[in-house]
């Protein structure tokens, strides 16, 4: 089987199972690179010497995380094809990913937060602001919101998240104001919980950044603002209230628990509380 056949066929698996289509037009770009040194050549071709050649090469120009990244969507490719029986053995067994080191999450103080928040000028641009930073959801999943996935009652709407998987996640009562106000300010008839302003239809990410960093300017904060900083501040907020990692965990959808242990680094007042408490 042909590699470019291997990979229409793995994906039509990965779509079934849930993979997000992000993650799959990542892991194809890194299929067609990997054609494109090889050749559209049988998948039982590549040995893991040739293999391991070409991450190598690829280390001169890539930093860690993307070499990472390459790494593993080849090996889940070839293991995937071993395990439906396309290849003999697998070449990328034992081809670990590199270690990249941990990068501490960015986020805003809460001095920041009041700045972004005075500089919101209208019912959209507060809206989007507090619904992001009282949710901590991704911007994906804000993309694809309905409004009948909002519980007003409960302050909760239900978003789904990476692999496809549904969450709930809460909202404060001052989002609940803003987000009211801005949904009966419309006019239009859209189910997307955001709009654009002009020729109303559902926003996309690029314009959700644009709105963030228009936002930003105003508040003359001195670093670039983006939607993932405000989930960052989400996190270190409850952290810093003193919520369970595990709570923090199940509220920002994370699989692994690794993911959410980052935050504790950011918490130099909770870890200082905790030695007060038990030294």
């Not at 395990?83 to 270690?99: H, V």
């Not at 001095?111 to 928040?117: D, G, M, Q």
């Amino acid at each position: 089987m042909l590699l470019s056949k291997a990979w229409e066929s793995y994906e039509s698996d990965k779509r079934i199972e849930g993979f997000s289509q992000q993650t799959l037009k990542a892991y194809q770009l890194q299929v067609q690179l990997l054609i494109r040194y090889f050749g559209d050549v049988d998948i039982d071709s590549p040995t893991t010497e040739q293999l391991k050649e070409y991450f190598s090469k690829s280390s001169k120009t890539l930093k860690p995380s993307s070499l990472a990244h390459r790494v593993r969507s080849i090996k889940s490719l070839l293991r995937w094809s071993h395990k439906e029986g396309y290849i003999r053995r697998n070449p990328a067994a034992k081809i670990k990913e590199p270690k990249v080191g941990k990068r501490i999450p960015k986020f805003l103080t809460e001095r920041e937060i009041e700045h972004l928040r005075e500089a919101c000028y209208s019912p959209l641009e507060r809206a989007l602001f507090e619904f992001m930073f009282s949710t901590g959801c991704r911007i994906g999943e804000i993309v694809t919101l309905d409004k009948n996935n909002i519980n007003w009652s409960n302050h909760s709407a239900i978003v789904r998240g990476k692999g496809d998987k549904e969450r709930e996640v809460y909202f404060n009562i001052r989002c609940d104001i803003w987000l009211k106000r801005y949904v009966e300010s419309r006019e239009d008839n859209e189910a997307a919980i955001f709009v654009t302003e002009r020729h109303p239809h559902r926003m996309s990410k690029a314009q959700m950044r644009y709105i963030i960093q228009r936002i930003s300017k105003r508040a003359g904060i001195n670093k670039v603002i983006h939607p993932h900083q405000l989930r960052h501040s989400y996190a270190t907020n409850l952290l810093n209230n003193g919520a369970p990692i595990e709570v923090i965990q199940s509220l920002m959808g994370h699989e692994k628990s690794e993911t959410t242990k980052i935050y504790a680094e950011l918490s130099g007042r909770l870890r200082k509380e905790f030695y007060q408490k038990y030294f």
